[in-house]
Each structure stands twice: as structure tokens, then as C-alpha cells.
């Protein structure tokens, strides 16, 4: 009940959020989860109250028939105290199998959270990971890589060569800073005409204001989000090992790139029920020798059901703190896109030098801005009263 409870808030606040929310956010890709676990839930709920309901009925009369002074004597009271006996072992056996049941469909939903979360994570590693945007980064602090910069340093390094034998060393090539100090020398004493000079020094000088101001800030964006990159491939290892360490609980040694690959789900969540099944005692056999029992019902072997219900919360246990440590990275991600949102949108002269400015870094804010959307909506899982998602996962009560 407390499971329902917690699935039912969730299902609520989670229509209400997607109501204002775009249609990539994580209220929408988890919500056919949340619709499905609703279902699932209930369903179990239902079939096991169906199944307890008359056995309690009937436990309650019997009591009242016991307490009947006029039952109790060996006679009479002898076969309502062996039934009350057999009601309450029944129910006892028929609340341990729910419970297990329940921890199996638990279990099932963490193995479909972790199936998600990598599919985020893989998503997050496409955009982490384009070469294209980096190697973009470092052209654009380079004034080298600037066809009006290279025409203007040409014509600066043959006057500074016929006047002085003077020729730009290959150090300069690579640091914006000294070629910034040699194009604007070589402007003021290389000669030429004044109006010749006037032409030379617009043509570079956006150039030269963007990459020497905007150099420190875009390396900034460069390293982070190399480091990002990083620690999105340690959280991808991190998924593959816990999916390996909660499968091979019910004994599927399958990796999870290649269950992924080959969609071997469904042989997944076939062993989970049959592990329960063992443990449950419902084999072939036992279901012959249970059809022998006054109640129809084989208790299942308490060493069995013991290792199962541990092996399943012990998977239940782990997806609920990865669930927390990828929370942590997408808020993370957040907080850097937004400092990168911030560094490429600083650039005071953007307006005079629109026309110079290269392509490379209008894509680049774009990129940041749609990367940061993503961080915002698509990768970032909901926040339901704080804490529901693990409520459903742990079954832990619900405030």
C-alpha cells in the first residue's frame, strides 16, 4: 500500500508538471513509466487483496465463533482453533509471497530506470563529445585561423621584411596575444599609406579585440567541457557496472551494451520471474506437492526466500544512490552550461563586429544554449516532492 501510495503522488504531480513543461523534458520520457508502474502496482494490489479478503472474512468469524463461551469445549472449539490455525499460516505464507512479488516488480522497475538513464547518458555523451565543437573553440581564439587577419599580416610581413629583414617568428603563429603586438607594431612602422594602413587595421581589428579578449573565456569553455566529457564517461562505466551487478542477482551475466544491442530485456525480467518462482517454492514439482496440502499452499524454503529478497534490495539499494549520483552530474552539467552561456554571450563588441566574427561561434552559442535546455529538461529527472521516485523504488512511507 505504501508502494501505491507513493506511484499514485507521483503519477498526480507528474500531470501536472508536464502541463508546462516541452515535450522532451523528463516529465514526458518517464511518464510512460510512471503510467505503466501505476498499473502493474495496482493490479498486484488488487489480486492480492482478492486473494486475502475471504481468508480474513472467514479468520474474523471464526475468532467470533471461539469467543463464544458456548464453543469451548474440546468439541466444538477443537476444529475453529485448527482452522484458525491453517487461516493465519495461509495469510502468513500469502504476505510473504506478495511481499516478494512486490520486491520483484521494484526490482524490474529499477532495472527500466537504469535502462533510461543510459540511454540520457548516452545522449549527453553525443553532445560532451563533438570533436567539431572543440576543435571549432580553438579556432576561434586563434586570429590565425582568420582569412582577414592572414590577408593583413601577409602585406605587414612583407613591408616589415623589405624595411627591417624582420620575419615573424613561428612562436607567434599559435599565442593571439603576440600576434596581436606584432600586427599592431607592424602596422605603426612597416610603412605603406595612411589610408592603406586604415584599411589593414579595420580588417583586423575585431579579429584581433575578439580573440585576445574572448582566448582565456573560450578556453575556459574548452577544458570544462573536456572534464564534463570525463566525467560523463565515468558515469556510463558506472551504469554498466551496477546493471551487471543487479542483473547477475537473478543470474543474467549479459553486459549491458549488448542486452542494449541485441534487446534482450524480456530474457532479463524471464529469469527475474523465475527466481522468484524458485524461491517461492512454485516449481513443477512443489506445485503437485502443494495440491496435497490441506491449503493448497507448499511454504516456501525460508534460506531461499531470505537470499532472494536480499539479492533484490540489494539491486533496489544501488539504483537508488545512482539514481542520486546522476542527478548530481545533470545539475552539475547545469550550473557549467550556464557559466558557458554566460562566457560566449560577454563579448562586449559582438554588435560593432558582427560582420567579422566568424560562423563557428554563433553555432557555438547555439550549441551551449540547446545543450543547456537539454540539462534543464530532457536529461534532468523530476523532482516530486523530493523524494518520490526512491519512495516507489524502496517503498518507504510517504509523508
Known amino acids: 500500500m505504501v508502494l501505491f501510495l507513493a506511484l499514485l503522488c507521483l503519477r498526480l504531480q507528474n500531470v501536472q508538471a508536464s502541463n508546462g513543461h516541452p515535450s522532451d523534458s523528463a516529465y514526458i520520457w518517464i511518464q510512460p513509466w510512471i503510467e505503466t508502474a501505476y498499473s502493474e502496482l495496482d493490479q498486484l494490489e488488487r489480486e492480492h487483496s482478492d486473494r486475502t479478503e475471504p481468508l480474513r472474512m472467514r479468520l474474523h468469524d471464526v475468532d467470533n465463533t471461539l469467543a463464544d463461551p458456548r464453543n469451548r469445549t474440546p468439541e466444538c472449539g477443537f476444529p475453529f482453533l485448527w482452522e484458525k490455525i491453517q487461516l493465519e499460516e495461509t495469510l502468513k505464507g500469502l504476505e510473504q509471497e506478495h511481499e516478494i512479488k512486490l520486491l520483484k516488480l521494484r526490482y524490474r522497475k529499477s532495472i527500466e530506470i537504469v535502462k533510461m538513464l543510459y540511454e540520457k547518458i548516452l545522449s549527453m555523451d553525443h553532445h560532451l563529445s563533438s570533436l567539431k565543437a572543440q576543435q571549432g573553440l580553438s579556432n576561434l581564439s586563434n586570429p590565425h585561423n582568420y582569412p582577414e587577419f592572414k590577408e593583413a599580416k601577409g602585406i605587414i610581413e612583407d613591408r616589415m621584411k623589405k624595411k627591417f629583414n624582420f620575419q615573424m617568428p613561428a612562436l607567434f603563429q599559435t599565442n593571439p596575444f603576440l600576434s596581436a603586438a606584432f600586427s599592431i607594431v607592424g602596422l605603426a612602422v612597416g610603412g605603406g599609406e595612411d589610408k592603406e594602413k586604415k584599411v589593414n587595421i579595420e580588417k583586423i581589428a575585431c579579429v584581433l579585440d575578439f580573440t585576445v579578449r574572448m582566448h582565456n573565456d573560450l578556453n575556459v569553455i574548452y577544458y570544462e567541457t573536456g572534464y564534463l566529457h570525463g566525467a560523463n564517461l565515468t558515469l556510463k562505466k558506472d551504469c554498466e557496472a551496477l546493471f551487471s551487478d543487479c542483473a547477475r542477482q537473478v543470474g543474467y551475466t549479459i553486459p549491458l551494451v549488448s542486452c542494449r544491442d541485441g534487446d534482450d530485456w524480456e530474457r532479463l525480467y524471464s529469469m527475474l520471474d523465475t527466481y522468484v518462482a524458485k524461491a517461492l517454492g512454485e516449481t513443477s514439482n ?75 561561434f554563433k553555432q557555438l552559442k547555439n550549441d551551449i544554449d540547446e545543450t543547456l535546455d537539454k540539462f534543464n529538461s530532457a536529461y534532468k529527472m523530476p523532482e516530486v516532492q523530493g523524494s518520490k521516485l526512491k519512495d516507489m523504488l524502496y517503498g518507504t512511507a510517504v509523508d
Open 286 to 360: 512443489n506445485a503437485t506437492l502443494a495440491s496435497n496440502t490441506p491449503t493448497g499452499l507448499l511454504a516456501p524454503d525460508p534460506r531461499l526466500l531470505a537470499r532472494a529478497t536480499t539479492n533484490l534490495q540489494f539491486s533496489i539499494d544501488r539504483v537508488g544512490l545512482f539514481i542520486e549520483k546522476y542527478s548530481n552530474f545533470v545539475s552539475q552539467g547545469g550550473e557549467y552550461y550556464k557559466k558557458f552561456s554566460k562566457i560566449a554571450s560577454s563579448y562586449e563588441n559582438e554588435k560593432a563586429c558582427s560582420s567579422t566574427l566568424p560562423d563557428q
